[in-house]
């Protein structure tokens, strides 16, 4: 079961592979967010895609409050609240799309109130990732993982951020270059997704194997 939730997480939060095939412009558009404006004829595809990777985010952050505990100890919870946050914002991201494509249409004006909304649940999706490895960083390291563990836990943390300044940037000095940055953000972020539900039922043995 843990596995099938993987996939899903994986599959659905990366539907933007099909972007090349479903993009109704020439080059590929400045925000991934573009895919699932209401001028692209796909564009219930990739909001379908991330609606479905927010709820099950959430349900694996439900799972995983008590099913990372012996793995995780104290810090489970607090990291299911990341996730969880994290799940939520995918789903308001996707139910506040985008009016219009400014790639395609120059005239296109993302503002007022929708506009507001969407920007801040990006920024909750954002931060609810980075906050999960970074609690996850935290947690292995109090609870004795073997140093690769915590090391891999840090170097996504570390990769996660620098994607995420490195999109701000050029959404300040070049917007509508962002696209790789963002494929980068939604690639990690749906692999944290994963990796920690491949974990919910491993919490008994992990946590007996670390206390070893």
């Known amino acids: 079961m843990r596995r099938l939730l993987a996939a899903a997480v994986l599959l659905s939060y990366n539907t933007w592979v099909l972007a090349p095939l ?9 925000y991934l967010s573009e895919l699932a404006a209401d001028d692209q004829p796909w564009q219930w595809v990739f909001r379908g895609g991330d609606l479905l990777a927010g709820l099950l985010l959430a349900a694996v952050a439900a799972l995983g409050r008590r099913g990372w505990r012996d793995l995780l100890g104290r ?34 004006q993302d503002t007022g109130l929708a506009a507001a909304l969407h920007t801040l649940a990006s920024g909750v999706v954002g931060t609810g990732f980075l906050g999960a ?64 539900a491949l974990r919910l039922d491993r919490g008994d043995d992990a946590g007996a194997r670390l206390r070893a």
């Open 75 to 108: 810090w489970s919870t607090l990291l299911a609240l990341a996730l969880a946050a994290a799940g939520v914002g995918t789903v308001a991201d996707a139910l506040g799309n985008m009016p219009c494509s400014p790639s395609m249409d120059v005239t296109c």
């Open 133 to 196: 490895l970074v609690l996850l960083v935290l947690a292995l390291r109090e609870m004795g993982a073997p140093r690769p563990q915590v090391g891999g836990a840090l170097v996504a943390a570390v990769g996660l951020g620098l994607l995420d300044v490195l999109t701000l940037v050029l959404a300040a000095l070049s917007p509508g270059s962002q696209w790789w940055p963002q494929v980068g953000q939604v690639l990690l972020s749906s692999m944290v997704g994963a990796v920690l």
């Open 22 to 30: 479903l993009w109704a412009g020439g080059p590929l558009p400045g």
